[in-house]
């Protein structure tokens, strides 16, 4: 991969940082690394040549990106011949969604030599933890289409602190909470600091949402049939009917993949982790069964000083989920409104209280004539 050693000159120049005791980092460019895949993600810079039909999926880590690989390599198989019942079903009853979309800077530019990807049948399709300013200029040059997953911090954090605490022996237990808490508020794990990775993403997102579609694990969770349709037609590849939508959301969801054998049983050939770590609960809002309250007001506020101004929210995103789960309420029923909301930024289920008096009423606010003129910038202000 880099026979002159001078990657290992760069690596050794770099801030030194560590994650879970044992787990060393390097930072460059303001983000955090394990060194080796630094060393890949070089190598992915140098050698990575995408193509226009090209699929790239990206995420930080621990926010849904086996079950968006799941989803979206279903999706692109429907198109080249079986059917979702029969052909997909096997395929990811066979290996762990990982298998069958490769993460660029860990399962492919690992290698030494880089493999020759040039042979690989179109339209391809692959997944990064990078953030987007460490991508390959071919990415972002050619017409490739990207789809990133975020999810609310704090149980991105959760889900990371359970995964690796999976790596440690029964000997060394836990890591301490609060250790791992500070090391994550402070941005120094792997692909750190979260909202950098996230920003960048979606800023890029709403300067070519015709490139960059971006989803939050708890629109998925809420809504499957909805966003799945969105992401299938984004691909390019829409559904042809309800049927279809619904057999393939059971085929890929969560639960399922959780209690394939393979997923069970099986271990990651590349980091040595046992396939299980990868599906835990999955669940929405499992942080309040981990965190202290004031870990979560310290996370709140620091999302808060983060996110200010973007116009991006992953808190009440998140409460809203919980609260409308099995109450039969859809703020994002209407087609139209959700294309408005998207493209304003306008968070219309922002307020915690509204959302709690509105459970189990049956109200929809979103069809409010008033609220619509607004959204249009025809009505009172």
């Not at 492919?108 to 300013?133: A, C, I, K, W």
């Not at 490139?211 to 559904?239: C, H, M, T, W």
């Not at 499992?286 to 996110?307: A, C, G, H, Y």
């Amino acid at each position: 991969m880099d026979p002159d050693g001078s990657t290992k000159i760069v690596l050794d120049q770099l801030p030194k940082g560590s994650f879970f005791e044992n787990l060393d980092l390097v930072q460059r460019d303001g983000f955090w690394y394990r060194p080796r895949h630094l060393e890949a993600a070089i190598a992915c810079y140098s050698w990575f040549d995408a193509r226009d039909d090209d699929v790239i999926l990206a995420s930080s880590m621990k926010t849904g990106s086996n079950w968006l690989k799941a989803l979206c390599f279903s999706i692109m198989q429907r198109h080249c011949g079986g059917d979702v019942g029969a052909k997909n079903e096997d395929l990811l009853a066979r290996h762990h969604p990982s298998f069958h979309v490769r993460t660029l800077e860990v399962r492919v530019y690992t290698e030494n030599p880089p493999p020759d990807l040039s042979g690989m049948q179109s339209p391809r399709l692959f997944h990064t933890h990078l953030p987007y300013s460490a991508l390959p200029e071919s990415i972002k040059k050619s017409k490739c289409k990207m789809v990133y997953i975020t999810r609310n911090p704090k149980d991105t954090f959760v889900s990371m602190w359970h995964f690796f605490n999976t790596r440690r022996t029964p000997e060394q237990g836990s890591y301490p909470l609060e250790d791992a808490f500070e090391s994550f508020c402070n941005g120094v794990f792997h692909f750190g600091p979260f909202f950098d990775h996230v920003l960048q993403y979606w800023n890029q997102s709403l300067k070519m949402p015709h490139k960059i579609l971006f989803l939050k694990y708890e629109d998925l969770r809420r809504n499957p049939k909805d966003q799945v349709k969105r992401l299938a037609s984004f691909l390019g590849k829409p559904f042809a009917d309800e049927e279809e939508v619904e057999e393939l959301i059971r085929n890929c969801s969560l639960e399922r993949l959780k209690n394939l054998e393979v997923n069970k049983k099986g271990v990651d050939p590349w980091i040595d982790m046992p396939y299980s770590a990868y599906f835990r609960k999955g669940v929405v809002g499992d942080w309040e069964n981990v965190l202290t309250p004031e870990m979560s007001q310290r996370l709140d506020q620091i999302t808060s000083m983060k996110l200010e101004g973007s116009g991006l929210d992953l808190v009440q995103d998140a409460t809203t989920c919980k609260k409308l789960k099995g109450s039969g309420l859809d703020l994002e029923h209407d087609a139209t409104t959700c294309v408005k909301l998207e493209r304003s930024g306008l968070d219309l289920v922002h307020d915690a209280v509204t959302i709690m008096n509105l459970e189990g009423s049956g109200s929809d606010l979103v069809h409010n004539e008033i609220t619509c003129m607004k959204l249009e910038g025809r009505g009172p202000a």
